[in-house]
């Protein structure tokens, strides 16, 4: 589990197929630092096991279903990654509830200066934002969020001035895709009214 507060900005070092399979490495002194072949951290939000280390740069192996469902496969050499390592059972929770279990990508329409924040406007398909919710949370590459309005076809958040500092957001061109992860409790809900 993680909490959607990100550690550390790492930079892809490569995204290649080998193997018969695709591979991410990216530096990341933070995660890098006391990690294990086998632990899980959060690269843009997608919850991704480390197969490889060397000082501190991290493997990752990539399913067809993580290309499939997120914006990994976007990456090239050099790119800005968030990157969160999982939550300690000791750990204090600072976020809201990340599975890193993305639910599907989104675009960012615009993003607007205001004072010294930044308003982000996202479009999403209309099977994620139905769990969308204002003031509900929202992870958005894998940072968790606040969301203030949601509209037929987006929703928008903002960033202050310290978050866009310790986040690669900000670093993201109108147009990019991200990676969204929805509320888990809204999902729970929906499975369970189902029935009545």
């Known amino acids: ?4 507060i990100v550690e550390e900005v790492g930079t892809v070092q490569a995204l290649e197929e080998r193997d018969g399979g695709w591979h991410l490495s990216l530096s990341s002194a933070v995660a890098a630092g006391g990690a294990k072949l086998g632990d899980s951290i959060a690269v843009n939000g997608a919850c991704l096991t480390v197969t490889a280390i060397d000082g501190e740069r991290l493997t990752f192996g990539l399913a067809p279903e993580t290309l499939a469902r997120t914006n990994l496969g976007d990456l090239q050499p050099g790119n800005p990654v968030n990157v969160e390592r999982a939550m300690a059972a000791d750990g204090r929770f600072d976020g809201h509830i990340v ?4 639910d599907g990508t989104g675009r960012i329409e615009s993003a607007t200066p205001d004072g010294d924040s930044l308003r982000f406007a996202v479009s999403a398909p209309q099977g994620l934002l139905r769990y969308i919710a204002p003031k509900g949370f929202i992870a958005v590459d ?3 969020l606040t969301v203030i309005d949601v509209t037929a ?4 958040f903002m960033l202050v001035a ?3 500092a310790q986040i ?6 109108v147009g990019s895709r991200v990676n969204l992860e929805v509320d888990i409790l809204a999902k729970y809900v929906e499975r ?3 029935g009545r």
Do not use: C, N, V
Request: aromatic fraction near 12%; hydrophobic fraction near 35%.
């Open 162 to 164: 310290y978050t866009q």
């Open 142 to 144: 894998g940072t968790s």
């Open 99 to 102: 599975q890193g279990h993305i």
């Open 192 to 194: 369970l009214l189902e």
């Open 153 to 156: 076809e987006a929703f928008t």
């Open 1 to 4: 589990m993680f909490t959607g």
């Open 168 to 173: 690669a957001l900000p670093q993201r061109p």
